[in-house]
């Protein structure tokens, strides 16, 4: 009895019709409410002080961390460390940028800053706290935030010191070399 060899032809037929048929993209459709809706950009509100309680925010700048506690209502005395700032940072240049941003908001006799600054130099950690007290001040009054921001106040500056690589002297620096 002879049987049938199965042909190229028939081969395809089965392949064809045990392989599931592919679906294209399908295009999900949002219901009709849900692109009506428009989305509203929430603005944060000011934070609502209970007397007595302060503003927590953090500062960075290189290796340095400062931890700002903001108390509305003050006198504008500015504590680092336990000490006054005066004292904490003896180079003027590096007290009137912790107060910069205090200034330019008009804050500068309203408010107490409280700081634990720790890590990094001393120039590091002016910048922390700049950097600390800006963020606090946009969290008592949104309205800041411009201003501040085209000072450049708000951006955490990012640049630190580059790792010391393997076969290298420091991070770029090549051992000496010869020619000959």
Same mark, same amino acid.
């Given at each position: ?8 032809? @028939? $081969?395809?037929?089965?392949?064809? $019709? ?11 459709? +949002? ?8 989305? @509203? =950009? %929430? =603005? ?23 931890? =700002?506690? +903001? ?23 590096? &007290? ?6 205090? !200034?330019? =908001? ?22 922390? !706290? ?17 201003? +501040?921001?085209? +000072? ?18 420091? %991070? &770029? ?8």
């Amino acid at each position: 009895m002879p049987t049938k060899k199965p042909t190229i032809e @028939a $081969a395809e037929k089965k392949t064809k $019709a045990a392989a599931p048929k592919k679906k294209g993209p399908t295009k999900k459709s +949002l219901p009709k409410d849900a692109a009506k809706k428009s989305t @509203a =950009v %929430a =603005v944060k509100a000011p934070v609502k002080l209970v007397p007595g309680s302060y503003i927590p925010t953090v500062g960075r700048r290189k290796t340095s961390i400062a931890r =700002v506690r +903001l108390v509305k209502n003050g006198t504008g005395s500015i504590t680092v460390n336990d000490k006054p700032y005066e004292k904490y940072f003896t180079v003027y240049e590096l &007290r009137e940028q912790v107060r910069q941003p205090l !200034v330019v =908001v008009g804050q500068d006799a309203t408010v107490d800053v409280s700081v634990k600054v720790h890590g990094g130099g001393i120039r590091g950690q002016s910048e922390a !706290v700049r950097h600390g007290i800006a963020r606090a001040l946009i969290d008592l009054n949104p309205t800041f935030r411009k201003t +501040l921001k085209k +000072l450049g106040y708000l951006s955490r500056d990012s640049r630190a010191k580059e790792r010391k690589k393997f076969g290298l002297k420091g %991070a &770029r620096r090549a051992p000496q070399w010869s020619k000959r």
